[in-house]
């Protein structure tokens, strides 16, 4: 079965520290990705990564920055967390660069207070 | 900027109707895809069409991608508690890495 891993499901933090949303794929997967889910908005990409050490800016980079130093492991990093970060984190990877599917962990909801 | 408009937002309905969800744009995408939610998981895909015009049937679930790829529809005949969930479409542009996604179609069957 292929599994896309979320290290924390929930997270609660205070304004001003700083954050580390890990995620981990066993599918060997070129391609990961990080989006937010907020209700009403869908699903906005932060970063994606199409190889090691490889990251592109998404829609919504502002407040945030990844790290890929292994090719099944993206991490996500808040580096000062602020309240409007509140939020459900999506991790997925995926195959192909074009049309393929993507599969998603479970999510991690942090809570900025 | 890209936007994926879903419709209905919400839908709560009884066990045995029929409904459909719509997607979408004004923008031409080479693929789109429908996924599934379900609460405390990530999204789960159903489908992806890739022809303008193209249908698929999943079961009690069809999809359809419009003639322009620019919109989608998934109708779900006879619904069941077990499609409740919130429905996402997510379009795609052949040769970026970018997947738009819908806002999304919260859908509550009830028996």
């Known amino acids: 079965d292929v599994k896309v891993t979320q290290s924390s499901r929930y997270l609660v933090k205070r304004t001003g520290e700083k954050v580390f949303l890990e995620c981990v794929q066993d599918m060997d997967h070129e391609n990961m990705f990080w989006y937010r889910q907020d209700p009403g908005l869908g699903l906005r990409l932060i970063y994606f990564s199409y190889d090691v050490k490889m990251k592109e800016k998404g829609d919504i980079p502002e407040g945030y920055s990844v790290s890929r130093e292994k090719k099944e492991r993206f991490s996500l990093i808040l580096e000062s967390a602020s309240t409007n970060q509140t939020s459900m984190y999506l991790c997925a990877s995926s195959l192909f660069r074009n049309t393929g599917e993507l599969f998603f962990g479970e999510g991690s909801r942090l809570t900025v207070l | 900027t890209q936007l994926l408009e879903q419709s209905p937002q919400f839908l709560s309905i009884q066990e045995g109707e029929n409904l459909t969800v719509y997607c979408n744009s004004s923008?031409?995408?080479?693929?789109l895809q429908w996924y599934r939610q379900e609460p405390g998981e990530g999204p789960v895909l159903l489908v992806t069409v890739v022809t303008g015009g193209e249908v698929k049937k999943l079961k009690r679930l069809t999809f359809q991608f419009g003639d322009a790829r620019k919109d989608s529809s998934l109708h779900i005949t006879a619904a069941q508690p077990g499609d409740t969930g919130l429905y996402l479409c997510?379009?795609?542009?052949?040769?970026?890495?970018?997947?738009?996604f819908g806002t999304g179609t919260r859908l509550k069957v009830l028996a």
């Open positions: 923008s031409v995408f080479s693929s």
């Open positions: 997510a379009g795609h542009t052949s040769g970026t890495y970018k997947y738009i």
